[in-house]
């Protein structure tokens, strides 16, 4: 006979407990659903099941490739782009490694940019360099203290007349347009019809942009600002002057000699020489193969990837013009705009009939800021991050 359960205590017996429920099946796998739908068996209903998954399946492949593939090749500014608006002291040091080639959007409307690295140079010329003028002394060291982007070329016709058409932006009346007459009395003429739209020649739209002033390069920067979410905005002097020498202490990025700048840059050379027969000053002993300004990029660039520094248009900077380099900020990353006496700023850079001597890295030059000229462009800087400053050394710093 069985006995009943053992239960430790006098209470009264207890129902029997039913067995746990054990879990249900779940959820079947993923082959057993599709495999009735891709292979269902035979009936109208069935089939007519198939044939509206295959419509969509094909469909949904080919917005797929539209989406990723088609639309991004033939009609990029058709497609959506973020750009970061993030205050760039947030952004991380290290976002944008040196060397990095980025662009804000995704049309042509946003320049190619290059990353430079933060790091100290020799700032101006010494004596002894040929072509030295007393404007690039004293030679000082100078420390770039924030990396930034910096256009690989000059801003073109194709873009400044997009911002033009953009923004209905108008540019102050006149220009010192080409007219092609040798120093006999003047190599330019002011034209109060001339205008970037025409400086004298014929330009195609990759050309750099000419007969724009300082206000103008500083009104392109912040169309490109407000359309990108970043900031854009001229080189400081001392970062334009690093960006040329990459690291060289010599006349130009590639060394001394000014025969071989006709590989490097758009300058005063046979080609000039042969065009205008009573042009009586030096020329580059070279062929660059223009007259006058050339399509962006058409020359080798510099170690950093930047094109047309040494020449194909002079470039507005952001600094005040001094006559020489004493009491320069010792911080190249900002600008020295004290005491800007007449109101001028700085150009930098060779034009396209420059003298070998103004194509050096170490060349200043100035004008006043309405001024506008027919070898006269600009390029912008983008800024990237925020960095504290620390005082170079005292026997680092020019000699006051």
């Known amino acids: 006979m069985s006995q009943a359960p053992f239960r430790p205590d ?118 002894g360099e040929e072509g030295h003028q007393s404007d690039e002394s004293p030679q000082h060291r100078v420390r770039i203290s924030e990396p930034f982007a910096v256009m690989e070329a000059e801003v073109t016709r194709e873009a400044f007349a997009r911002f033009v058409d953009e923004t209905g932006y108008k540019t102050g009346e006149g220009c010192f347009v080409w007219s092609g007459v040798v120093w006999s009395g003047k190599d330019s003429k002011w034209d109060a019809k001339g205008s970037w739209r025409y400086p004298g020649f014929a330009q195609e739209p990759d050309h750099p942009v000419v007969c724009v002033d300082w206000s103008d390069a500083r009104a392109f920067a912040a169309w490109l600002s407000k359309r990108t979410g970043q900031t854009y905005r001229l080189l400081t002097e001392a970062e334009w002057e690093y960006a040329a020498r990459v690291g060289s202490t010599s006349r130009y990025s590639f060394g001394d000699k000014g025969d071989e700048l006709c590989r490097h840059a758009n300058v005063g050379d046979r080609s000039f020489k042969k065009a205008i027969p009573d042009w009586k000053y030096e020329i580059a002993d070279c062929d660059d193969g223009h007259v006058h300004t050339a399509s962006v990029k058409t020359y080798q660039p510099n170690a950093f990837g930047l094109y047309d520094l040494h020449g194909n248009a002079r470039e507005w900077v952001q600094d005040c013009w001094h006559d020489s380099y004493q009491g320069a900020p010792e911080d190249g990353s900002k600008p020295w705009e004290a005491n800007c006496s007449d109101d001028r700023r700085v150009l930098r850079g060779g034009g396209w009939d420059d003298l070998p001597d103004i194509a050096r890295s170490a060349f200043r030059d100035r004008n006043s800021p309405d001024d506008r000229d027919f070898d006269t462009g600009f390029r912008l800087a983008r800024t990237l991050t925020s960095s504290s400053f620390t005082p170079l050394p005292p026997e680092q710093r020019p000699s006051k």
């Not at 039913?18 to 739908?37: E, H, N, S, W």
């Not at 109208?44 to 080919?62: D, N, P, Q, T």
């Not at 990723?68 to 952004?91: D, I």
């Not at 946003?110 to 700032?123: G, Q, S």
């Open 10 to 127: 006098n209470s009264p017996p207890q129902a029997p407990v039913p067995p746990m429920a054990q879990p249900g099946p779940g959820l079947p796998p993923l082959k057993d659903v599709l495999r009735p739908i891709l292979r269902p068996p035979p009936g109208r209903a069935s089939a007519a099941v198939r044939r509206s998954l295959r419509a969509a399946f094909w469909l949904g492949l080919a917005l797929v490739l539209l989406a990723g593939v088609v639309l991004p090749t033939l009609a990029p500014q058709w497609m959506p782009f973020v750009a970061s608006t993030a205050p760039s002291a947030e952004m991380k040091e290290n976002a944008y490694p040196p060397g990095t080639r980025l662009r804000d959007c995704r049309d042509e409307g946003c320049p190619w940019l290059v990353v430079v690295p933060a790091r100290e140079f020799m700032m101006g010329s010494a004596e």
